[in-house]
């Protein structure tokens, strides 16, 4: 049998398993046994907070946008995933090294044949109204999770169930309609919501419901309240069977322009964001902030349209990242943090490795377009096709100037090859919403794997069945042989053939070129340097934030605030 075991010294199991509580989603179960908490240097004490460290303060943290909605069912915005994340506990979320899975709520799981998944919920859990958590919550989740009524955009996560029940109240049977690992992969990233309060409502109604504004969850933090287009606050939940965090709250602070939160920061008026790479610098030699890199799984990219023209031809498409030095473009806006993405997925997740980028051959990328019919023949310059220029507009999020640097500057280099790029910046809400709509010839936007990219997350981005509204192809983006890698590496059991299936479909990815990776994000962050045992193990900030203290020699007077 494979996976995570239960019955021997549970007590133990359970302090282990929920020092995890905040990492991230992502892949491969497998017979990894859970980690502990490493919380170095921790003090000695008879504290309530599970590091050891005393209990007290607040982190303010800077977001780029506010959060669409709090339900774990249907939210959708990169703001929510992470106070979500901070209120409720996934079945597994991605463990240190970010490529296996961890329990979260789970105890454990175990496949006794491969169409089979018994989920083992952790005993002692609590909602933060009082009431335990069940195995029918796990079984109401995935229920709604999967009725299209509900319009979640996380029905990939369950698209392998066939049915669930629970055989008691603390177990989960799952069969699966597909078997490979990469099934389970996606499972354990389901999020689970209580069922006493949400079974009275319409499936089609969760995401206007009430709750989606006053979240009851059972993580390490609770939801206090909800400022609409302002901020989130959340609490320390004091009854968290492990022991609470140390931090008494966290507010997230909606800032959408970077200046103003670069601002805020240098100010002492919040004590976290990430930050823009161009102002790494300008925070190098900041007073009381102190700068942290994570982990870089974040390939930036050009999602295009391939519904509309010109970038509707794989030729154009290809020609166009032929013309874009990459390596040129990252060394000069990010020096030697900088990393480009020579394809979709990041060098830390491929499982194959050896997949083939598309070069930067300015000659290669001429000789491509005039024989895809391009040539200037007015000579001004840009070449034309039917009378038409080779014209496309990629949008970007005012809230990321980086992007608008980098298309700047890819836009030189473009012209070398007869084609023009323009850049075209919209406020973060309408870029977001012109991006859903597939309202655009270019987006430049990007994507945060994790361990479970070979699968459910390729499913989620690349497979024709995700394009909107049903998931996030962008592009619009449908190869049947992409469609059938997908689907097999999904039903397949033997790593090693499913490793060989990735790599075809990597390869095949980076060759239809319907998104061009550009640049893998550096990740940065800036933290005030009075907080203790600062960690960025993954990408996100709030993965590693239940480790985080502040020595109450180094506490604000914001800090003794509670609510």
Not at 344 to 358: D, F, N, Q, T
Not at 390 to 400: A, G, H, I, W
Not at 519 to 530: G, H, I, Q, V
């Amino acid at each position: 049998m494979r996976g995570h075991t239960w019955g021997r010294r549970t007590a133990a199991l359970t302090t282990v398993m929920l020092a995890f509580a905040l990492a991230a989603c992502g892949g491969g179960g497998g017979d990894q046994k859970a980690q502990g908490p490493a919380d170095e240097g921790a003090p000695a004490g008879n504290f309530k907070t599970f590091t050891g460290h005393a209990p007290g303060g607040s982190l303010i943290v800077l977001a780029e946008g506010d959060p669409d909605d709090l339900n774990p069912l249907t939210y959708d915005s990169n703001t929510a995933y992470q106070l979500v994340h901070l209120m409720f506990r996934a079945l597994g979320r991605r463990d240190s090294t970010l490529v296996s899975y961890t329990p979260d709520l789970l105890q454990g799981w175990e496949q006794p044949d491969s169409a089979t998944v018994l989920l083992k919920v952790r005993p002692g859990l609590k909602w933060h109204d009082g009431r335990p958590v069940t195995a029918n919550d796990v079984v109401f989740t995935i229920e709604r999770q999967k009725d299209p009524k509900t319009a979640s955009p996380r029905t990939a996560d369950v698209a392998g169930v066939e049915t669930v029940r629970a055989t008691d109240s603390m177990t989960v049977e799952v069969k699966l309609n597909r078997t490979g690992p990469s099934t389970l992969n996606a499972l354990l990233e389901v999020v689970p919501v209580p069922r006493h309060l949400l079974e009275s409502v319409a499936p089609e109604a969760l995401r206007h419901a009430p709750f989606s504004s006053n979240p009851v969850g059972n993580g390490l933090f609770r939801f206090g309240t909800w400022q609409k287009g302002q901020q989130v606050t959340v609490v320390a939940n004091e009854d968290a069977p492990e022991g609470r965090p140390a931090l008494d709250r966290i507010v997230v602070r909606n800032v959408p322009e970077p200046t103003a939160r670069l601002t805020e920061l240098m100010n002492g008026n919040a004590d976290l964001a990430k930050i823009p790479a161009h102002q790494y610098k300008e925070l190098q030699n900041a007073r009381g902030l102190q700068l942290h890199t994570a982990a870089q799984v974040r390939p930036a990219w050009i999602t295009w349209n391939v519904n509309r023209p010109p970038v509707n031809d794989p030729a154009v498409r290809r020609a166009i990242l032929m013309g874009v030095n990459r390596q040129g473009l990252v060394s000069g806006l990010f020096g030697e943090k900088g990393s480009p993405a020579l394809s979709v997925i990041p060098p830390k997740l491929s499982p194959g490795g050896s997949a083939r980028p598309i070069p930067y051959d300015v000659n290669g990328a001429r000789q491509l377009l005039a024989q895809a019919g391009w040539v200037d023949t007015n000579r001004d310059g840009i070449v034309e096709k039917n009378g038409q220029p080779l014209r496309v507009e990629v949008e970007f999020s005012s809230s990321d100037p980086i992007r608008g640097d980098m298309l700047i500057a890819m836009q030189a280099q473009l012209k070398q090859i007869g084609v023009d790029l323009a850049p075209r910046q919209y406020e973060r809400t309408t870029w977001v919403e012109r991006l859903r709509g597939r309202n655009f010839t270019g987006s430049f936007w990007g994507w945060g794997w994790g361990p479970g990219v070979m699968g459910p997350n390729a499913e989620m981005v690349f497979h024709s069945r995700s394009i909107p509204p049903k998931g996030a192809n962008f592009a619009g983006y449908s190869n049947p042989r992409t469609d059938a890698l997908i689907d097999s590496i999904l039903a397949q059991n033997d790593k090693a053939q499913a490793q060989g299936l990735w790599q075809r479909l990597e390869q095949q990815l980076i060759d239809d070129a319907a998104y061009a990776p550009i640049f893998l994000d550096p990740e940065f962050y800036a933290a005030n340097e009075r907080f203790g045992n600062v960690k960025f193990r993954g990408p996100e900030w709030w993965e590693d934030v239940i480790y985080w203290h502040i020595p109450a020699n180094r506490r604000l007077p914001r800090d003794r605030a509670r609510g």
